[in-house]
């Protein structure tokens, strides 16, 4: 792994030798430090083969080598803007007759993503991979392989999306819908969690919206009991919240895990009291959680006696309303600049 993070210097060095404008500076951004395909993304990645002593060690050598990199890249970026603005001093004639022009507003991410990067950053800090998942998904990955035959209720409750004259596709109702694909593709064992959009017909109010985001997780391995799904839901909320915040675990049912669970935190906007947003219950439904249903396994080709695992589906929407006190899930996909200029 040391052999890997030195090489990752020694490229990212004698490249930057080499960069003489902005362009190849924001490609060699992309090379090195993109979230997704960066090297040093997938040297991260390396960490769920490690033992824990070793995870730890190397994740503190690969923030080391992360840190020194982002400082001659940023000490890169100010030689060439400071270089570019002095050619234009030299080629431009000021005109002080021409009256302030507005200041050009520069964007920012929107609450959504602030969360949803906190996430992977968390979860590929615990060897978990961060894959994509598809949006316009089958019938069949997106409820026969979670144990959700034709007939089940539960197609019908989810208020799905079809696609006119193809009904075998919609819209995903939910990111489980990986759950498989992740292990047709990855086999076992594996961490995975997958954030995204999701799609209901649903009657919008405070608390439910049309168009949602979901953070599904999925650990197989041997010999994974509920206490393995309790510390990572802990450390999850830890996490996000930077505290400990107080939670409930009760039973409920859901067709792709068995036993399954409901884990709900104390609302943070009322303090328990009951508002619009916690439904004026004082709880807000975060977690869907269990371990994962045996029919499952065996969609995904394995061998239930042999494998076991949990899965969750985290109501990203939700987290980021409790993180940030909103109070009205529809200011989220609502497009007001005064609403997003506060984040």
Known sequence: MQEQLAKIKKDFLKAMAEVKDILQLEELEQRFFSRRSGELTQAMKNLKDLSVEARQEFGKLANEVKHELEEVFAKKREQIETAKMGDVLEREII????PKLPEKEVGHLHPNTLVQNDLEDLFTSMGFMVLDGLELESEYYNFTTLNMPSDDPARDTQDTFYIKGHSDWVMRTQTSSMQVRALEKYGA???????GRCFRNEATDAAHEHTFCQLEGLVVDKNISVSHLIGVMKELLRGVFKRDVETRLRPGHFQFVEPGFELDIKCLICGGV?????????WIETMPCGLVHPKVLAYGGLDPKEWTGFAF??????????????????HLQGGDLRFLKQF
């Open 95 to 98: 005109d002080v007759t021409q």
């Open 189 to 195: 064992p594996i961490r995975m969690v997958v954030p």
């Open 274 to 282: 009951g508002c619009g947003a916690c439904k004026h219950s004082g």
């Open 313 to 330: 589906g985290l109501g990203m929407t939700r987290l980021v309303m409790q993180k940030y006190c909103i109070d009205d899930i529809r």
